[in-house]
Protein backbone atom coordinates (compact mmCIF):
# COMPACT_ATOMS: atom_id res chain seq x y z
CA UNK A 1 0.00 0.00 0.00
CA UNK A 2 1.00 3.76 -0.83
CA UNK A 3 0.10 6.25 1.64
CA UNK A 4 1.61 9.02 2.87
CA UNK A 5 0.66 11.62 5.99
CA UNK A 6 -0.43 15.14 4.75
CA UNK A 7 -2.59 18.29 5.42
CA UNK A 8 -5.54 19.47 2.87
CA UNK A 9 -6.27 22.70 1.17
CA UNK A 10 -10.11 22.63 -0.73
CA UNK A 11 -10.71 24.90 -3.81
CA UNK A 12 -14.59 25.29 -3.88
CA UNK A 13 -15.58 26.03 -6.86
CA UNK A 14 -18.53 26.12 -9.65
CA UNK A 15 -18.93 24.88 -13.24
CA UNK A 16 -21.91 26.73 -15.27
CA UNK A 17 -24.01 25.31 -17.66
CA UNK A 18 -22.19 23.83 -20.79
CA UNK A 19 -18.47 22.84 -19.03
CA UNK A 20 -17.62 19.17 -19.08
CA UNK A 21 -16.28 17.77 -15.49
CA UNK A 22 -13.78 15.96 -15.86
CA UNK A 23 -11.75 18.27 -18.62
CA UNK A 24 -12.37 20.91 -16.21
CA UNK A 25 -11.05 19.61 -13.48
CA UNK A 26 -7.90 18.21 -15.44
CA UNK A 27 -7.06 21.53 -16.80
CA UNK A 28 -7.58 23.33 -13.13
CA UNK A 29 -5.30 21.16 -11.72
CA UNK A 30 -2.41 21.54 -14.22
CA UNK A 31 -3.00 25.65 -14.25
CA UNK A 32 -2.48 25.28 -10.58
CA UNK A 33 0.34 23.77 -10.47
CA UNK A 34 -1.68 21.13 -7.97
CA UNK A 35 0.10 17.66 -7.92
CA UNK A 36 -2.62 15.42 -5.98
CA UNK A 37 -5.91 16.46 -6.29
CA UNK A 38 -9.33 14.75 -5.36
CA UNK A 39 -13.11 15.40 -5.52
CA UNK A 40 -14.55 15.96 -2.04
CA UNK A 41 -17.87 16.48 -3.27
CA UNK A 42 -19.93 17.26 -6.11
CA UNK A 43 -23.47 18.37 -6.70
CA UNK A 44 -25.54 19.65 -9.79
CA UNK A 45 -26.70 18.70 -13.06
CA UNK A 46 -25.91 17.11 -16.34
CA UNK A 47 -27.09 16.80 -19.55
CA UNK A 48 -24.73 14.37 -20.79
CA UNK A 49 -22.42 11.88 -19.49
CA UNK A 50 -19.59 8.84 -20.90
CA UNK A 51 -19.67 5.92 -18.45
CA UNK A 52 -18.02 2.88 -18.15
CA UNK A 53 -19.75 0.34 -16.52
CA UNK A 54 -18.37 -2.31 -14.61
CA UNK A 55 -15.49 -4.70 -16.43
CA UNK A 56 -16.85 -8.86 -16.71
CA UNK A 57 -14.82 -11.68 -16.35
CA UNK A 58 -13.85 -11.78 -19.58
CA UNK A 59 -12.54 -8.41 -20.00
CA UNK A 60 -15.01 -6.48 -21.99
CA UNK A 61 -15.58 -3.28 -21.27
CA UNK A 62 -18.98 -1.91 -22.27
CA UNK A 63 -19.16 1.92 -22.58
CA UNK A 64 -22.24 4.45 -23.28
CA UNK A 65 -22.76 7.71 -24.03
CA UNK A 66 -26.01 8.97 -22.12
CA UNK A 67 -27.88 11.69 -23.12
CA UNK A 68 -30.19 13.10 -20.74
CA UNK A 69 -31.05 15.17 -17.46
CA UNK A 70 -28.99 14.06 -14.86
CA UNK A 71 -28.53 14.37 -10.93
CA UNK A 72 -25.18 14.29 -9.62
CA UNK A 73 -25.63 12.32 -6.92
CA UNK A 74 -22.26 11.30 -6.19
CA UNK A 75 -18.83 12.03 -7.73
CA UNK A 76 -15.38 10.80 -6.21
CA UNK A 77 -11.95 10.41 -7.98
CA UNK A 78 -8.53 11.18 -7.88
CA UNK A 79 -7.22 14.18 -10.26
CA UNK A 80 -3.51 14.55 -11.38
CA UNK A 81 -1.63 16.27 -14.45
CA UNK A 82 -2.06 13.25 -16.05
CA UNK A 83 -4.78 12.58 -15.28
CA UNK A 84 -8.26 11.85 -13.61
CA UNK A 85 -9.85 8.51 -12.29
CA UNK A 86 -13.60 9.72 -11.33
CA UNK A 87 -16.90 7.55 -10.37
CA UNK A 88 -20.09 9.03 -10.78
CA UNK A 89 -23.29 7.73 -9.72
CA UNK A 90 -25.83 9.90 -10.97
CA UNK A 91 -29.43 9.94 -10.69
CA UNK A 92 -32.70 10.46 -13.42
CA UNK A 93 -36.09 11.74 -13.45
CA UNK A 94 -37.91 8.34 -12.53
CA UNK A 95 -35.55 8.20 -9.31
CA UNK A 96 -33.55 5.57 -10.77
CA UNK A 97 -29.20 5.87 -10.73
CA UNK A 98 -26.70 4.83 -13.19
CA UNK A 99 -23.18 5.01 -12.33
CA UNK A 100 -19.47 3.96 -13.61
CA UNK A 101 -16.29 5.64 -14.33
CA UNK A 102 -16.53 8.56 -15.76
CA UNK A 103 -14.91 8.28 -19.54
CA UNK A 104 -15.64 12.11 -20.42
CA UNK A 105 -18.58 14.01 -21.45
CA UNK A 106 -19.85 15.34 -18.17
CA UNK A 107 -21.76 18.38 -19.65
CA UNK A 108 -23.47 20.58 -16.74
CA UNK A 109 -27.05 21.20 -17.41
CA UNK A 110 -27.53 24.14 -14.31
CA UNK A 111 -24.75 23.77 -12.16
CA UNK A 112 -21.80 21.96 -10.75
CA UNK A 113 -20.47 22.54 -6.94
CA UNK A 114 -17.44 21.22 -6.48
CA UNK A 115 -14.97 21.34 -3.65
CA UNK A 116 -11.46 19.50 -4.50
CA UNK A 117 -9.09 18.75 -2.27
CA UNK A 118 -5.88 18.61 -2.68
CA UNK A 119 -3.07 16.43 -0.33
CA UNK A 120 -0.46 18.95 -0.27
CA UNK A 121 2.33 16.92 1.11
CA UNK A 122 1.17 14.19 -1.60
CA UNK A 123 1.87 13.41 -5.31
CA UNK A 124 -0.12 11.72 -7.45
CA UNK A 125 1.21 10.50 -10.96
CA UNK A 126 -0.60 7.72 -13.22
CA UNK A 127 1.38 4.92 -14.53
CA UNK A 128 0.63 2.29 -16.53
CA UNK A 129 0.07 -1.08 -15.16
CA UNK A 130 0.35 -4.14 -17.43
CA UNK A 131 -1.67 -6.23 -15.03
CA UNK A 132 -4.88 -4.42 -15.16
CA UNK A 133 -3.96 -2.69 -18.58
CA UNK A 134 -5.02 0.54 -17.44
CA UNK A 135 -2.97 4.08 -15.90
CA UNK A 136 -3.16 3.43 -12.00
CA UNK A 137 -2.17 6.33 -9.41
CA UNK A 138 1.03 6.31 -8.08
CA UNK A 139 1.25 8.20 -4.67
CA UNK A 140 4.53 9.66 -3.77
CA UNK A 141 5.96 12.15 -0.81
CA UNK A 142 6.14 15.40 -2.04
CA UNK A 143 9.85 16.96 -1.61
Known sequence: ????????????????????????????????????????????????????FATCENGEHTVRTLQQCFEIVSLVGTVCRDGAHLHATLGTSDGTTVSGHVVGDLVVQTTAEIVLGVAEGARFNRVFDPSTKFSELVVTQKS
Do not use: D
Open 1 to 52: MEAVRSGVVVYPMRLLPGAEIKSSLIEFVKENRLEAAFVVTCCGSLTKATLR
